[in-house]
């Protein structure tokens, strides 16, 4: 096999490539457009590595390109070679055309890593022998050396643009809404088409019946489709006065108000996982018994401080406007929020914010980074700072007895931090540092 095979991207999906491609006894070339890179380090130097730029002449004689999640197949270059014929395909499809272990492949705007997590815990529970990956946890070619009853893989709309033939048991798509806009040059349908794909090559296809943009574009009939929703679909939530149940067949089966989720939202997401587990035909007492349990993952609506009446929560991955919505509509009934908002806002519409704070007068805005400009105009009396930091200090001089501060930001942490991770952990160190003077 005598391929000229480039890698475009250097990071723990690019370094994944590169290893399996050496197993396989073939040198594969590498570009990645940054200089400063730790993981030049672990590459042989026999290796070809071109950085600082892509290389044009590389990639227009390549036979296979493996593109990396975070370069966009709409870059002029790449679309170049595409119609020149050259195959361009990312991690997951080379994973897919090498793996023989079923499959269960989560999308969706939010929610995916706590499906992901409380799928997998249940899986455990039942004594599947399973691994996370995509997204989340191992590179995808990485797991091809573990030997599983299933991968359990999130995978983004990013992942989802190079899929030619993902083979997969099971596909969910929990929602969409506007997210990357800023990829996306003609906008959310076709970020919806990217995420349609995973539908593709699935035996099993369940999504949102109250999201139109979930539905898939064809029915097939060797398929089998499985819906969920807040009041629609076969797995449904029923309103009782003030408790909320999970309704299967018109037999209520659980009480979510005696549970220790948070939100409508996560319970919609244990209505998508309980498909799949019906499907995996693990008994559903342990299911419900898992989920009784179950508690938010770090980042996500975390409260990470009371003292004096005053609440502080950490919502660093509400990375786009659909999820600190959500976060809003858990907290309606506080007295007074003070939202931190900010990043970088990937050109999605942040004017649907603006409609659903219409009137809501208990709801303080502070915002920094590079959208802070474009917030400030959205929200004339939001008070514009630097840095996150800057506002909490502005903050713990106001906030009162039953107050909330929330960070939610609506926006992508990179313009001022590694990822959501580190934003929420900065956050939680500014706290604890005004608590312990």
């Not at 679309?79 to 361009?88: F, H, S, V, Y």
């Not at 929020?337 to 007068?361: F, P, S, T, V």
Request: charged share 20%; with cysteine; net charge positive.
């Amino acid at each position: 096999m005598n391929k000229k095979i480039v890698i475009i991207g250097l990071g723990i999906t690019g370094i994944s490539c590169v290893n399996f491609f050496l197993k396989k006894g073939l040198i594969p070339s590498i570009i990645d457009e940054n200089f400063n890179l730790n993981f030049i380090k672990k590459i042989p130097s026999y290796v070809p590595i071109h950085l600082g730029s892509l290389n044009k002449e590389w990639i227009l004689n390549a036979n296979l390109i493996i593109l990396s999640p975070g370069i966009s197949i709409f870059h002029p270059l790449l679309l170049k070679a595409k119609k020149k014929g050259i195959e361009i395909i990312g991690d997951i499809e080379l994973f897919s055309r090498y793996n023989k272990i079923p499959v269960i492949a989560i999308t969706g705007t939010n929610g995916k890593s706590t499906v992901v997590n409380m799928l997998s815990q249940i899986m455990k529970k039942n004594n599947f022998n399973i691994s996370i990956g995509g997204n989340i946890g191992y590179p995808v070619l990485d797991l091809l050396s573990i030997k599983r009853d299933f991968y359990i893989l999130e995978i983004s709309s990013f992942q989802l643009e190079t899929i030619k033939k993902f083979n997969v048991y099971i596909a969910l798509i929990l929602n969409i809404s506007q997210d990357h806009m800023d990829r996306y040059p003609l906008g959310i349908k076709q970020y919806r088409d990217f995420k349609l794909k995973i539908y593709n090559n699935a035996s099993f296809c369940i999504y949102n019946i109250e999201n139109k943009l979930c539905y898939p574009k064809f029915f097939h009939k060797e398929k089998k489709y499985i819906t969920f929703g807040k009041v629609n679909g076969q797995y449904k939530l029923f309103f009782d006065k003030n408790m909320i149940y999970l309704k299967i067949n018109n037999k209520k089966i659980l009480n979510f108000s005696k549970t220790k989720l948070i939100g409508i939202h996560n319970y919609l997401n244990f209505l998508a996982v309980l498909a799949i587990t019906d499907i995996l035909k693990i008994p559903r007492k342990i299911s419900l018994k898992k989920i009784n349990n179950y508690k938010n993952m770090d980042h996500i609506l975390q409260i990470i401080h009371k003292e004096n009446g005053i609440t502080w929560i950490n919502d660093s991955k509400s990375t786009n406007i659909n999820s600190t919505i959500v976060a809003l509509k858990y907290l309606y009934k506080k007295k007074k929020i003070w939202l931190l908002l900010g990043g970088y806002d990937k050109n999605c519409e942040l004017h649907l914010l603006k409609q659903y704070l219409k009137n809501k007068n208990n709801i303080i805005i502070y915002c920094f980074g590079i959208s802070s400009k474009k917030i400030l105009s959205l929200f004339t009396k939001s008070i514009r700072v630097k840095t996150m930091c800057e506002a909490i200090k502005k903050i713990i001089k106001l906030v009162k007895y039953g107050d909330t501060v929330l960070l939610s930001p609506a926006c992508s942490s990179i313009d001022q931090f590694k990822n959501f991770k580190h934003r929420g952990k900065e956050f939680i160190q500014l706290v604890k540092k005004i608590y312990q003077k």
